[in-house]
Each structure stands twice: as C-alpha cells, then as structure tokens.
C-alpha cells in the first residue's frame, strides 16, 4: 500500500492498518512515497511506467 508521506495522519492511519493485515496472516507492505502528494500518487498508478504502479502489478500477480 502507498502513501503520501506529506499526509502525516494517514501515514498513521495506513500504518495501522498494514500493521493490522500483516498480524492478520495476510501479505502487506507499506510505502510512503515523499516526492508525490496524493494525487499525483493517483495519478501514477495509471502510468505503466510508473514505479507505483509496477509495485501494485508485482503485488497482484505474485
């Protein structure tokens, strides 16, 4: 999962729950991206060359 790291209460928040799904049983990382804000993250993920969006195709298809 991915987020903005300028957004500090949903760093927090996403930090949680990654936390909550990997205690959980289930394969999570976190990320928190510094040079995008959270629409330019948004943007990214429809960007095939996009690190972003290659970290969430690796994550679906592994």
Known sequence: MYV???R????T???VFNKALNEAGTRSTMHAIDELN?????AAMSDPK???AQG???????
């Open 56 to 62: 969430i195709l690796k994550a679906i298809l592994n």
């Open 50 to 52: 996009s690190p972003i």
């Open 13 to 15: 928040q996403t930090s």
């Open 8 to 11: 500090s209460g949903a760093v």
């Open 38 to 42: 959270h629409k330019e993250m948004n």
């Open 4 to 6: 903005a790291s300028g």
